[in-house]
Nanobody, 124 residues
Framework: QVQLVDTGGGLVQAGGSLRLSCTASARTFSTETMGWFRQAPGKEREFVAAHSRVGDNTHYADSVKGRFTISRDIPKNTLFLQMNSLKPEDTAVYYC?????????????????WGQGTQVTVSS
C-alpha cells in the first residue's frame, strides 16, 4: 500500500504561480507513473500532467502546456507541479496519482493510488 500526500495549494491572483508537491510513502513498481489531475465543482476529474520514471517521459494536457511543469525527485519519492501564469479556469482540487507503467497517462482509472487533494483557487 502506497500513501500519497499532496500539498501546496492556495489562493493566488490570475497570472500568479503555485507549486504543488506530492510525496509517496514508498517507491515501488506501483509508482512508476505519477501524475496530476484536477476536478472543478460540477465537472469530471481531468488530466493535467504525468511523469513516467522509465524513460523520464512527461505528458501534459493541452490546456496547461507552456504554463505548467511536472518534475520529480525520485530519491525523495516526491512529485512536483510548478504552475505559472495561472488562470481562473485553473481553479480546482488538484490530486496526485500513482500507477504502474501507465500506458494512457490521461486516464484516471489507470492509476492505483490517489492523494487527498489540494485546493487551488485563482482569482480574477
Amino acid at each position: 500500500q502506497v500513501q500519497l500526500v499532496d500539498t501546496g495549494g492556495g489562493l493566488v491572483q490570475a497570472g500568479g504561480s503555485l507549486r504543488l508537491s506530492c510525496t509517496a510513502s514508498a517507491r515501488t513498481f506501483s509508482t512508476e507513473t505519477m501524475g496530476w489531475f484536477r476536478q472543478a465543482p460540477g465537472k469530471e476529474r481531468e488530466f493535467v500532467a504525468a511523469h513516467s520514471r522509465v524513460g523520464d517521459n512527461t505528458h501534459y494536457a493541452d490546456s496547461v502546456k507552456g504554463r505548467f511543469t511536472i518534475s520529480r525527485d525520485i530519491p525523495k519519492n516526491t512529485l512536483f507541479l510548478q504552475m505559472n501564469s495561472l488562470k481562473p479556469e485553473d481553479t480546482a482540487v488538484y490530486y496526485c496519482a500513482a500507477g504502474a507503467n501507465v500506458a494512457d497517462t490521461a486516464r484516471p482509472t489507470a492509476y492505483i493510488y490517489w492523494g487527498q487533494g489540494t485546493q487551488v483557487t485563482v482569482s480574477s
